[in-house]
């Protein structure tokens, strides 16, 4: 049966890293593989940097681009040294793409824009590991996922079509699996248009579980920079642990939540077909890691999450009335419109608050929305604490020393927002 290997940025951010994925590929040979690979390091956050530079009309464009350039042709000098290598121009022409893009006017649309830009890392990053494996005589397929991920035009956040993505992978990809290693991107998808979109960010995560889906996997790998999925992020938790088997349930309030280790929409498609995922260390192959299934394994280490660079909204009516199932209707309408994803809310008599990550264009788009109906305020630069099987004396600890804007208890998950 076919696995699917998912490597995100960190995994293939030089030469070092991608020989490292060959010889993960390699342990695997005897293996169906279908490998979901990211964009190299920090790429998406300087294709990021690209886009709103060019939406701004800024002088220093071309400069970012240089540098996004130098930094792949480095790792490809380092992969082929012979910059006679094929390779070379083919990534030349990838990027040309771009290059057409910044000669045009800014298109009004900033998500449709982004998604066509910041899709190239994928693109570019695939292309140089497919020719590193071809290389060194791994036998592989490039293929475009944008054949494959059909998406409708929510630019930023493809909604995917399981009709149409199932029955072309099917169709086109199993064959292909029976003799070869299949190369492919992840985060992004296409319309019928032939446009790019993308499924949100850190997306690849969430392509590997598409993939595996539609295919029916025997399972997913996550090849990360950590041992497996931790109770809480080691660079601001020294003594965390690895948690050795997750109950789906848990591993989705966890998504949900923010823990940035899995991608939030993984989950689900890999529960619905029973496929197991693991989450491994891409440096310690031979290490177990964390595997996450259908299993009834309690946690007994409470699961801490840490959101920065939050936004709290309290919104009223300007009459000071009750806030009614209408008035909620209405702000959840105003919520889809903006696209703004809320990541924790409280209602009380004349009030409600929410609480999402600071996006300037969303949080924009959202007051414009509720001025003409509603009062509200807002606090930024919060920090949003989620603590699922939480314990008094750790809630204890981690608000000492902050002001607590908002709290939140259930049954087994605490949120707290508070002001450092």
């Known amino acids: 049966m076919t696995e699917v290997f998912k490597f995100g940025g960190a995994s293939v951010k030089d030469a070092e890293g991608i020989k490292n994925l060959a010889r993960i590929v390699k342990l695997n040979k005897d293996k169906q593989l279908l490998v979901v690979i990211s964009a190299m390091g920090k790429t998406t956050n300087a294709l990021e940097e690209l886009t709103n530079a060019y939406v701004n009309q800024q002088e220093d464009i071309h400069q970012i681009f240089e540098r996004i350039k130098e930094y792949h042709e480095s790792i490809m000098m380092q992969l082929f040294e012979d910059p006679g290598h094929p390779v070379f121009d083919?990534?030349?022409?990838?990027?040309?793409?771009?290059?057409w893009i910044l000669e045009e006017e800014p298109h009004e649309d900033y998500d449709y824009i982004y998604d066509q830009i910041v899709s190239l890392g994928e693109l570019v990053s695939t292309k140089i590991v497919s020719t590193y494996l071809d290389h060194?005589?791994?036998?592989?397929?490039?293929?475009?996922?944008?054949?494959?991920?059909h998406t409708d035009n929510t630019y930023r956040e493809g909604q995917v079509n399981w009709t149409k993505t199932e029955a072309a992978i099917q169709a086109k990809v199993s064959p292909i699996l029976m003799d070869r290693v299949v190369i492919t991107q992840g985060f992004i998808g296409g319309t019928s248009e032939n446009f790019t979109t993308t499924l949100g960010r850190e997306g690849s995560d969430y392509t590997a579980a598409i993939f595996a889906s539609c295919?029916?996997?025997?399972?997913?790998?996550?090849?990360?920079?950590?041992?497996?999925?931790?109770?809480?992020?080691?660079?601001?938790?020294?003594?965390?642990?690895?948690?050795?088997?997750?109950?789906?349930?848990?591993?989705?309030?966890?998504?949900?939540?923010?823990?940035?280790?899995?991608?939030?929409?993984t989950i689900k498609p890999l529960q619905n077909s029973g496929i197991p995922l693991l989450v491994k260390p891409f440096l310690a192959p031979e290490e177990n890691g964390t595997k996450i299934t259908e299993s009834n394994v309690f946690i007994t280490e409470p699961a801490i999450i840490v959101k920065k660079n939050q936004v709290l909204v309290t919104i009223s009516t300007k009459d000071l009335a009750f806030i009614t199932e209408e008035h909620l209707c209405e702000i959840y309408g105003l919520l889809a419109q903006a696209h703004v994803k809320t990541n924790t809310m409280q209602l009380s008599a004349i009030s409600f608050s929410l609480g999402f990550d600071w996006d300037e264009r969303k949080f924009t788009k959202l007051s414009s929305l509720l001025r003409d109906n509603y009062a509200f305020k807002y606090n930024a630069g919060l920090t949003l604490i989620t603590v699922r099987h939480y314990k008094p004396d750790v809630l204890k600890k981690l608000v000492d020393g902050k002001t607590v804007l908002l709290e939140q208890l259930s049954r087994h998950t605490a949120q707290l927002v508070v002001k450092l």
Do not use: C, Q
């Not at 083919?90 to 290059?99: G, L, M, R």
């Not at 005589?137 to 991920?149: Q, V, Y």
């Open 215 to 265: 295919l029916k996997a025997a399972a997913v790998t996550i090849w990360k920079d950590v041992p497996g999925v931790l109770n809480a992020d080691p660079k601001l938790f020294p003594d965390t642990i690895k948690y050795e088997e997750l109950s789906y349930r848990d591993a989705l309030e966890m998504t949900y939540y923010g823990a940035t280790v899995i991608h939030p929409k």
């Open 136 to 149: 060194i005589g791994i036998k592989n397929k490039w293929l475009d996922a944008r054949s494959f991920i």
């Open 90 to 99: 083919d990534i030349a022409n990838s990027f040309v793409e771009i290059d």
